[in-house]
């Protein structure tokens, strides 16, 4: 049985990754399992436990790092996230194609403990765009927006650490060349 392979899919909140790996997972659901993180964020309307996130308690959340159970966890704009480590082992050992999107602290993690994962960032046309985005989409707060866009100014800078960019301008270029890294 072939060993799978691990993608991080890292960029900026609010430049469309969810968007574009929902896409891809519709096209090619069969070959990618989708590593669902823990986060210590509160669900926002439609998201449910177990799909979008595990939705745990800070307490939760550090038991489980501090027992190792991670493959990686970062703080982001106030909140803890992190990869579950067994269910990406098993996916891997199986061989399957794993995806994570995960931000930059995570992925320099994942960078260091498993440097044969390919890392991809997506990047917005322009900052300005990006604000747009964040602020047409309306869930977060004045506050969550500017933490972000500030995370996002700090990520874009770092792009040049990734295997690939990816400018998300067209969502269908932008699939295929996600598509053609992922696979290739
Ligand atoms: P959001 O709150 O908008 O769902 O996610 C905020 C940020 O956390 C996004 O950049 C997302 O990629 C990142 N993120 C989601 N899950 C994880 C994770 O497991 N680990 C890390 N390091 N970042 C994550």
Known sequence: MSEGKLI???GPSGVGKGTLLQKLL???PDRILFSISATTRSPRSGEEHGREYLFWSREEFEGKR???EFLEWAEYAGNFYGTPKPPIDQAIALGQIVLLEIELAGARQVA???PSAKRIFIAPPSMEVLENRL???STDSEEQIVKRLH???LEVAAAN???ITIVNDN???ALQQLEKAMFE
Do not use: K, P, S, Y
């Open 112 to 114: 260091q403990t498993f």
């Open 26 to 28: 519709e096209r090619h």
């Open 135 to 137: 602020r047409q989409r």
């Open 151 to 153: 995370h996002a100014e």
């Open 161 to 163: 650490e990734f295997n």
């Open 171 to 173: 969502l269908e270029i």
């Open 66 to 68: 501090d027992a190792g």
């Open 8 to 10: 991080v899919v890292t």
